[in-house]
């Protein structure tokens, strides 16, 4: 439950007072207001056009075979049977496809197994016939057979010298990829099956850790976890008599999928068309093309538009799930228990294929760590690694949760190791104004001190409390992004009304609600006058996508420049209207132009342009990409658990999230990105893991694969601490990837809280408290 | 799913005659678990017959005191029945404990008793199961068996029964009302079950013509002195790592019958007349509730994933003979621990 007050109140910064803000500039018919989402209305109705539910004329239904070993040499394959049954319309293996692979940076993915198979749920031959069914039927009537192949599974072993080399061919990247990032970056270095190892140093951890008071080192491991979303990858190709391939897709990044897909089947990027659809939900794991290629090569060979919809059983098998990671930090203290190094490395096992990642290493296994603390030296090592299981992929925040979940752990240790009070030890730490981060950037607005104690003071911290009751802080540090480019375009029509027309879908968070609300404000106009149009990727201009917090910043400043040329070819139209010079134009509150005597709104003079043939009028804009924004954002999470001694059963009671903010565009998207993200949260710290076996997932099924029931829920209190700084235009930060972060390692540190046993490795089981206790009672 | 034959039954004699004259058909009420497993292609029928239109969903009072339970009452009606949530809370208490409410609202207790296993192993069809495939091996042994046996288990097969509603009725001493094309016949709760022994791919002892019709409760209900705990990883939607159903009767301080019964560890819901022999006449204290407790336990053996499930199903059973004898039962709605 959310307390959250209806007043607009004006916030003293230190208090985190509950409020929602807006600066005092903004006209308030726009930012700010909690407007309804624009989609709202087509969702709940069904009226919203999603992948699966688009038709066409002769649409045929495709599916795939996939491996049921994790490494194995295709010996033959004989597709006699499944072509020969009525209502198949085509076939396909791995030698009927080309030989190019895909992959966003890392090109390694072939559309089907060319010869070898990598891991369990790897495509190895494809029909398309007249019905799902007559799909499945097919399937089976393919035979394979493999040779089996020595597999590796844990990535710490595919680094050994003697483990199986999973790619043995060298492996093609996109060079431009990796170097934005900063450090020593390798890729493919000289260590088996390691696709990239980056070193990021900063000062000299190595002499403060050799001379340092005292030094703590800790180990931890999280598990692969799915995105949760409920859309599985859906995705249609139509291939026209003039060749134009039209493409239906569950993808949050359109232009760039387009881009990805003319480079591997050698079509130009202008005879491709990426069509507008709503998506399912994405947390970052609908960034590739997963099925699409499969998909056009089938539509190929068929003569006939193809859909292809993967199913629970895919996605959890053969998604593109978070990675597992196994992390280990050491830290020197000094005697006041002030952070003086943290030396980090951090394991990502990336699976069979390194493709569905955009990046050479996922940004939050180093970007933020220890980001909310002064640690003036700093030396990290983050590694991925091929292994012959289930590739991965990019999930909300990729990398910080399970390296946060190491560093927010490790700090709790440290502090109780040192008979410290948990949020005096982050207080003493906490990163402040002038201070570098970890990395030795700069940031500004650095409020992590304030965060902690907003929501400290609002969870009760010192407040006494009942045997077998638990409570745990942790807290996190993440900019918004402001990486990429977006444009946008804006048309104001003859009757006045504003449209938007962007190439970014909204992937379930109410972005474009977001970016109508923005539109809105410049106009100072109320939502109802901006329509959102999500144009084709022939129509639309570049939009780099949603990821890493850089939506509302980056369309935000498209929108702005947009906005700020629409005004001015407004002034001018007004000026000859008015007969006036243009800089005699004054722009009303209310939307409508003055001259010296003269006054005219905005809707009468696009009827009167109109006349002359000069509406409707269009602006374009495009922001101008830079990394991350240097004003960062802080978040505290607090928990309270219960723990039962006798069954090892622990229920998490309260949640109290304390978040560093800007301006809040829309208070209940704001809000739902929140609570989404703390729910994801609580699945992965209680009860969500990808289990493997041999290299084959187990839990395969939404029964065993266990998402978080709303009977999981703790009761949740919300801390909003508005003071603005922001990034332009309008003082925004960013809340997309700031509370899925962090929460797990405060309810492990409250579980440690409640019984005294540490969990390292996530999620809590009842097995692993009753081992602890266990334990302890053995030492005892 | 592969291509099947439909047909609904509209009288008990048709659907046992139907399911006589269609070799590899199988039964449909709620399809909460049917239609499940023929999606991930783990059940493959020729035919389904439909039963869930046969009149066979009321709960009636018996002469003898007791309660009938047509086999086509939904799991939240027999939850939320007067009747039992007086009488049997026991039963009640375990069926809130099931699936989620949405899945109560369609799932029958005649699916209900002959749900199969949760095995993850069993669901996936690329792997070796004898549950599903006579002779193929059991892949749980040597893998993944968190979820799976600690009592009754064979070298063939270490699946549970996942029932929570089961493990309730096997501590009532329920009797299954059954028809076949050779007619009625009544099977008290412990022999409907069966364990895997040779024959894993059999769960119970109905034949394959026999339709379930009915549960019978006995007068006896235990209203005062119960509980059903189930330890799990999330709080809805999730099958039991160990659950216990307990039903005492106490008389000055002593406990005068015991009925004790498992869940989440073995093929069958899991009684122990030793353990139940060992709590009647003794005081109601903890140590007495441990002593059954190791009983219940002391011919556990786990499986390597799930060993904890030894000792986590021994403080199961304490504390669920402790809220027993102490009126103070688990609640479903508000799981509050600790
Ligand atoms: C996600 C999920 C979670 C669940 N969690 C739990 C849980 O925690 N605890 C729990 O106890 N259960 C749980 N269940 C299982 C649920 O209780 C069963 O699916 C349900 O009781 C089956 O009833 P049904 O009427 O839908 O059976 P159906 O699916 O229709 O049939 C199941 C089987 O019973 C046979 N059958 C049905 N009726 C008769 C009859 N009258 N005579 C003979 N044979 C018959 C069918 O042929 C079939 O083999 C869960 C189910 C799901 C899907
Ligand atoms: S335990 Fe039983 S159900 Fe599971 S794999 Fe073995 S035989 Fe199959």
Redesign the pocket.
């Known amino acids: 439950m959310v307390k959250a007050p209806d007043t607009l109140e004006r916030a003293d910064n230190s208090q985190g007072v509950r409020c929602r803000m807006v600066a005092a500039s903004l006209s308030g018919k726009a930012v700010g207001q909690p407007v309804m989402r624009v989609d709202g209305i087509a969702k709940v109705t069904g009226r919203a056009l999603y992948a699966g539910d688009v038709d066409l004329p002769d649409l045929l239904s495709g599916r795939c075979l996939r491996s049921p070993h994790p490494s194995a040499r295709i010996v033959s394959i004989n597709v006699g049977k499944a072509k020969a049954l009525p209502g198949v319309r085509s076939v396909l293996t791995g030698a009927d496809v080309p030989d190019t692979c895909y992959g966003r940076m890392c090109k390694d993915i072939p559309v089907l197994a060319k010869g070898v198979v990598r891991f369990v749920g790897e495509k190895v031959a494809a029909v398309a016939a007249d019905t799902v069914e007559i799909a499945e039927a097919a399937l089976e009537l393919i035979d394979v057979e493999y040779a089996e192949l020595p597999a590796v599974f844990s990535a710490e072993e595919a680094m050994r010298p003697t483990a199986p080399i999973i790619h043995p061919e060298a492996v093609e990247f996109v060079p431009g990829a990796a170097a934005s990032i900063h450090g020593e970056l390798s890729m493919y270095p000289p260590i088996p099956n390691v696709i990239s190892r980056l070193r990021v140093r900063h000062g000299d951890a190595a002499s403060a850790l050799a001379s340092a008071h005292k030094i703590f080192e800790h180990s931890f491991a999280v598990p692969s976890v799915h995105q949760g979303y409920i859309e599985p990858h859906t995705c249609l190709v139509a291939i026209g008599r003039d060749g134009l391939v039209d493409v239906w897709v569950a993808n949050k990044g359109p232009h760039i999928a387009r881009t990805h897909m003319a480079a591997a089947i050698g079509v130009q990027e202008n005879r491709i068309r990426f069509n507008p659809v709503a998506i399912g939900g994405d947390f970052g794991g609908k960034g590739s093309l997963m099925d699409t290629l499969v998909c056009y090569y089938l539509a190929r060979a068929a003569g006939r538009p193809v859909r292809m919809v993967m199913n629970s059983f895919e996605e959890l098998t053969a998604g593109n799930p978070r990675h597992s990671a196994s992390i280990t930090l050491r830290t020197a203290v000094d005697p006041d228990a002030r952070l003086l190094a943290i030396d980090a490395r951090v394991i990502f096992n990336a699976g069979a294929y390194g493709g569905f990642v955009p990046v050479p290493t996922l940004h939050g296994g180093y970007g933020e760590l220890a980001g909310a603390y002064r640690v003036p030296n700093c030396a990290i090592e983050v590694l991925r690694v091929y292994t012959n299981t289930v590739p991965c992929g990019h999930m909300r925040a990729p990398g910080a949760p399970q390296v946060t979940f190491a560093v927010e752990s490790h700090i709790d240790m440290i502090a109780h190791a040192l008979g410290l009070d948990p949020v005096e030890m982050r207080r003493r730490n906490a990163i402040a104004e002038g201070d570098l981060t970890p990395l030795g950037e700069k940031r500004r607005h650095l409020r992590c001190r304030e965060t902690i104690d907003a929501g400290a003071r609002a969870f009760g911290w010192d407040k006494p409390k009942s045997p077998g009751i638990g409570r745990g802080m942790s807290t996190y540090e993440h900019p918004p992004g402001n990486f990429g480019l977006s444009t946008v375009a804006l048309t104001i029509g003859i009757d006045g009304r504003i449209t938007l027309t962007l190439g970014s879908p909204d992937t379930g968070t109410g972005f474009h609600t977001i970016a109508a609300q923005l539109v809105a404000e410049h106009f100072a106009v109320s939502v109802d006058e901006v329509e959102i149009a999500q144009g084709d990727t022939l129509s639309s201009g570049f939009e780099a996508g949603a990821s890493g917090q850089r939506l509302t910043t980056t369309i935000g400043q498209a929108i702005a420049a947009a906005a700020d040329r629409m005004k001015q070819d407004l002034a001018a139209l007004a000026a000859e209207r008015l007969n006036c010079a243009p800089s005699d134009i004054g722009i009303g509150a209310d939307g409508s132009f003055s001259a010296p005597g003269a006054m005219i709104d905005r809707r009468t003079l696009m009827g009167w342009a109109a006349e002359r043939g000069k509406a409707p009028l269009t602006c374009q804009g495009e922001n101008t990409p830079g990394r991350h924004s240097d004003r960062t954002s802080f978040v505290a999470h607090f928990a309270e658990v219960a723990v039962d001694r006798e069954t090892g059963q622990v229920r998490l009671r309260r949640i109290v999230t304390a978040h560093d903010v800007g301006t809040v565009v829309n208070p209940i998207t704001h809000q739902g990105q929140i609570e989404g993200g703390l729910i994801q949260a609580v699945g992965q710290a209680m009860s969500e893991q990808i289990v493997l076996k041999d290299g084959a997932v187990i839990t395969a099924h939404l029964g065993d694969y266990k998402l978080p029931t709303a009977m999981d829920i703790a009761e949740l209190e919300t801390i909003l601490l508005p003071g603005g700084g922001g990034t332009a235009p309008f003082s925004t930060t960013a809340i997309g990837e700031m509370s899925n972060v962090a929460l797990p390692a405060a309810i492990t540190n409250a579980v440690f809280d409640a019984v005294g046993v540490r969990l390292v490795e996530l999620p809590i089981s009842a097995e692993k408290v009753l081992e602890g206790l266990r334990a302890q009672a053995s030492a005892a | 799913m592969i291509n099947f034959q439909y047909a609904r039954a509209v009288s008990v004699s048709e659907a046992v005659r139907l399911m006589a004259g269609t070799p590899g058909a199988k039964f449909i009420a709620g399809g909460t678990n049917l239609v499940d497993l023929m999606k991930m292609d783990v059940e493959r029928p020729t035919a389904l017959i439909d039963v869930s239109r046969l009149p066979l969903d009321t709960v009636e009072e018996t002469p003898g005191g007791g309660l009938h339970i047509g086999a086509l009452v939904r799991n939240s009606d027999l939850a939320y029945h007067p009747l039992v949530e007086r009488r049997y809370p026991v039963l009640s208490s375990a069926l809130l404990a099931g699936a989620s409410q949405q899945l109560r609202n369609m799932a029958s207790i005649g699916g209900n008793l002959l749900q199969r296993?949760r095995?993850?192993?069993?669901y996936d069809v690329a792997?070796?199961?004898?549950?599903?495939e006579a002779g193929s091996?059991?892949?749980?042994?040597g893998?993944l068996?968190r979820m799976?046996?600690i009592l009754g288990t064979s070298d063939?097969?270490?699946?549970v029964h996942p029932s929570d509603m089961c493990v309730a009725l096997a501590a009532l001493e329920a009797k299954v009302h059954v028809t076949g094309t050779r007619g009625e016949r009544v099977i008290a709760f412990a022999d409907f079950h069966r364990l895997?022994e040779a024959e894993?791919q059999r769960d119970n002892n109905l034949a394959a013509d026999e339709l379930v019709t009915g549960i019978e409760l006995p007068q006896r209900g235990f209203e005062t002195h119960y509980s059903y705990l189930k330890i799990r990883d999330r709080s809805s939607y999730a099958f039991a790592l160990v659950s216990v159903a307990v039903c005492l009767e106490l008389g000055g301080g002593r406990i005068r019958e015991a009925r004790l019964a498992l869940g989440g560890v073995a093929h069958k819901p899991w009684r122990d007349a030793g353990a139940e022999a060992a709590l009647s006449g003794q005081s109601a204290n903890e140590a007495t509730f441990m002593r059954a407790a190791a009983l219940v336990l002391s011919k556990a053996k786990g499986f390597g994933h799930n060993t904890f499930k030894i000792d986590l199903a021994r403080r199961a059973v304490v504390r669920a003979l402790s809220q027993a004898a102490g009126g103070t039962p688990q609640s479903q709605s508000n799981k509050k621990i600790a």
């Not at chain 2, 095995?119 to 069993?122: D, G, H, R, S, V």
């Not at chain 2, 091996?137 to 042994?141: N, P």
């Not at chain 2, 063939?156 to 699946?159: L, Y």
């Open positions: 296993t095995c993850a192993y069993f792997t070796p199961c004898n549950k599903r091996g059991c892949s749980a042994l893998g068996n799976n046996a063939n097969c270490i699946a895997p894993p």
